[in-house]
């Protein structure tokens, strides 16, 4: 009974791990994770790293959709960033943006 009981915490806490799981939005997908992921270094920077970064930024959300919106490299010491990523529009990158930040 108790090697039952054992394996259903075992099995919820595997469940509630992947349901706290971040999933990147698919205009990410679709525009950004050729160079980006969420938690690792691609070619660019860990998307959890730029929310890092912008913490306690009361600017943060504007001033990353203008970088993404310009492109570059933004102090990251890395290659530059096209324009628009790889074209997403306006609306995608303050989506992008808003995610990105609210990212732990």
């Given at each position: 009974?108790?090697?039952?009981?054992?394996?259903?915490a075992?099995?919820?806490?595997?469940?509630?791990?992947n349901?706290m799981?971040?999933?990147?939005p698919?205009?990410?997908k679709?525009y950004?994770?050729m160079?980006?992921?969420?938690?690792?270094?691609?070619?660019?920077?860990?998307?959890?790293?730029?929310?890092?970064?912008?913490?306690?930024n009361?600017?943060?959300?504007?001033?990353?959709i203008?970088?993404?919106?310009?492109?570059?490299?933004?102090?990251?010491n890395?290659g530059?960033?096209?324009?628009?990523?790889?074209g997403a529009?306006?609306?995608?990158?303050?989506?992008?943006?808003k995610?990105?930040?609210?990212l732990?």
């Amino acid at each position: 009974m108790k090697a039952f009981i054992g394996g259903f915490a075992v099995a919820g806490m595997m469940l509630a791990g992947n349901a706290m799981a971040v999933d990147m939005p698919a205009e990410g997908k679709t525009y950004c994770s050729m160079c980006h992921a969420i938690d690792k270094k691609k070619v660019g920077p860990a998307w959890k790293d730029v929310a890092a970064k912008y913490k306690g930024n009361p600017d943060a959300e504007k001033t990353l959709i203008a970088h993404i919106t310009k492109g570059g490299s933004f102090g990251w010491n890395i290659g530059v960033m096209p324009p628009r990523g790889m074209g997403a529009k306006d609306e995608q990158i303050a989506l992008l943006a808003k995610f990105i930040l609210g990212l732990k």
